[in-house]
């Protein structure tokens, strides 16, 4: 069974930068990437970027473009989503999700990070 | 902003049937596929439609999905009180060098 695992919560200063892990089990972790979305307290789903594991290929939102970089490591089925400069409007529950030809389809627990000086 | 947009609420009575509209543009829906999300607060979220109108295993039959132009539709049908959910529609969007889009949100009350 196809299971993404998310790091726990984090509690961060504005300025300050938060590093969130998503652990892939039940799947070739190379075959499927990976994207990231947020969401604010009562807002929507925001789509933040997409990693390849296969290649490390990147595509961001350009809103954030600059303050996140994603990656993979293959040996753990592990991807990483770093954002810097965090600012209180960062403050959202970030979930990983797999990418398939279906578009995202199967997500992480989700991981609360609160901005907060 | 979300350029996808569907109304901030429905409801329904058990075994009633709700449909929940996504409107676009030819960036997005006119020219990608939609898919569809249910999420409860604190949980992840679901995928209930892909491609338009696919369900994935595990997904019953109760829930479909139509596309036409630049607008999608969720229909859930034999309303259940577990349906009460937040509901998303998601579309690739061509503008911006690319990215996923997704819906506002539609809030499903089972009345």
């Known amino acids: 069974q196809v299971h993404l695992v998310q790091s726990g919560a984090e509690v961060k200063k504005p300025g300050a930068s938060v590093k969130v892990s998503c652990k892939a089990s039940?799947?070739?972790?190379?075959?499927?990437?990976i994207s990231w979305v947020r969401q604010a307290p009562g807002q929507g789903l925001v789509w933040m970027g997409w990693?390849?594991?296969?290649?490390?290929?990147?595509k961001y939102a350009q809103k954030l473009q600059g303050r996140v970089t994603m990656t993979t490591d293959t040996s753990t089925s592990t991807a990483y989503m770093e954002l810097r400069s965090l600012r209180s409007d960062d403050t959202a529950v970030y979930f990983c999700?797999?990418?398939?030809?279906?578009?995202?389809?199967?997500w992480g627990q989700g991981t609360t990070v609160i901005v907060s000086s | 902003q979300s350029g996808l947009t569907q109304p901030p609420s429905a409801s329904g009575t058990p075994g009633q049937r709700v449909t929940i509209s996504c409107s676009g543009s030819?960036?997005?829906?006119?020219?990608?596929?939609v898919n569809w999300y249910q999420h409860l607060p604190g949980t992840a979220p679901r995928l209930l439609i892909h491609?338009?109108?696919q369900r994935p295993s595990g997904v019953p039959a109760r829930f479909s999905g139509s596309k036409s132009g630049t607008s999608a539709s969720l229909a859930i049908s034999g309303l259940q009180s577990d349906d009460e959910a937040d509901y998303y529609c998601?579309?690739?969007?061509?503008?911006?060098?690319?990215?996923?889009?997704f819906g506002g949100g539609t809030k499903l009350t089972v009345l």
């Open positions: 999700a797999r990418v398939s030809v279906a578009g995202m389809d199967v």
């Open positions: 039940g799947y070739t972790f190379s075959n499927f990437g």
């Open positions: 990693v390849s594991p296969y290649n490390g290929n990147t």
């Open positions: 030819k960036s997005n829906i006119g020219s990608h596929i």
């Open positions: 491609t338009d109108n």
């Open positions: 998601a579309a690739w969007d061509d503008r911006q060098s690319g990215h996923w889009m």
